[in-house]
């Protein structure tokens, strides 16, 4: 009796853990599919089925596949089908092309039919004589023809004379003409008049003519008023006419009364009018 009591309690654990045990397994197996289609070293190819075999030689197929396309080193290209072999054939061609074209470091010439490496030498040439239009530093002069050479040399130069006038860029006054420096003297010249009655930066005083002295001391007056007229605190009252004092003051007392009268802004009760002070009071009352 004693004996089969026994057995009948294997038996009960054996049935409990059965699921525990089966989806173990289960896991295990799946896991080791998972590590051999992602190419991992966990795989044990023996324990896959045929149909689990097949599924992981399509996934490592597909995945050399992907590499080769990519320009990836893992690819091998022996183990591609006829078909993929020149699909890929076209595209890396086609790729070195555009490389070649964009000026790129991987782009292979040599690998170039002779129609395309025409064309590519045009374009080289082409990018290059722009550069040099543009003052790019890789710009290659030796490789211009001489009409080329001198519509680079005038373009430079007008590039120049433009970037001295405009106070842009690099300016060699030495290469400028005496026409071309008679004129950027005078651009540089009206750009300093106008900096100094714009009271902008750049302004040079020295520079200027009486007459423009006295347009530049009006222009800085008139600034000095507004902003005292503003409130700025770039206001300089030193620099006020006894008008503009009086007329200001004026401004302002009539500002304060009324702010005073209507509650409403900064109100100085001290400067009112005794007048005024009556007013405000009826008003507030």
Known sequence: MKGSLQNFLRAGICLA????LAFGASSDAQQNL???K?????????KLSQQELDAVDAASHLRNLT???????????SKLTEREAT???VADHQRNVSNCNDGMSSCDKSKL?????REIAVAEHRLNLAACKDGVSDC???KLTPAEGEEVNVTMRELNVTNCRMATGNCDHSQLTPAEAKDVAAAEHDRNVQNCENGWDGCEHSKLSPAEARQTNLAELQRNLSA?????ETCDFSKLTAAETKTLAETEHKRNYVACLKGQGYCDPSRLTVDEKHSVQAQSH
């Open 67 to 77: 590499n080769c396309w990519s320009g990836f080193d893992s690819c091998d290209r």
């Open 113 to 117: 039919t002779s129609s395309e490496a």
């Open 140 to 142: 290659d002069h030796s």
């Open 38 to 46: 992602a190419g991992r070293e966990g795989c044990d190819r023996s």
């Open 17 to 20: 853990l059965w699921p525990i």
């Open 87 to 89: 699909a890929l054939a």
């Open 34 to 36: 998972e590590d051999c």
């Open 228 to 232: 005292c007229q503003s409130g700025e």
